[in-house]
Nanobody, 121 residues
Framework: QVQLVESGGGLVQAGGSLRLSCAASGRTFSINVMSWFRQAPGKEREFVATIPWNGGEPYYADSAKGRFTVSRDSAKNMVYLQMNSLNPEDTAVYYC??????????????WGQGTQVTVSS
């Protein structure tokens, strides 16, 4: 089992920045890929960004490219999502996710509880 706990969400004005954190615990040695997803009210959950747990380049959704940066600190079992130039369309609950079976960012096995990000205009 892998446990994931997000933090860092909050209310920010348009144009501002937030840094989300995700703490992983449990069988972290089994993690292959860590990802961020988000779900806005009335919308389906969507992929935001992903990064290999043990090295490799990150990958972003088009909506995140150039504004968001995903990073990891494997020694601390942490993953981060730095979000800049936020706009109201970024308002959502953000989820951290871990893939242990295979390497697909789109089929995670574990999810965090989510952290709310609200961007005011």
């Amino acid at each position: 089992q892998v446990q994931l706990v997000e933090s860092g969400g909050g209310l920010v004005q348009a144009g501002g920045s937030l840094r989300l954190s995700c703490a992983a615990s449990g069988r972290t040695f089994s993690i292959n890929v860590m990802s961020w997803f988000r779900q806005a009210p009335g919308k389906e959950r969507e992929f935001v960004a992903t990064i290999p747990w043990n090295g490799g380049e990150p990958y972003y959704a088009d909506s995140a490219k150039g504004r968001f940066t995903v990073s990891r600190d494997s020694a601390k079992n942490m993953v981060y999502l730095q979000m800049n130039s936020l706009n109201p369309e970024d308002t959502a609950v953000y989820y951290c996710a871990a893939t242990t079976k295979g390497y697909s960012a789109y089929a995670p096995d574990y999810w965090g509880q989510g952290t709310q990000v609200t961007v005011s205009s």
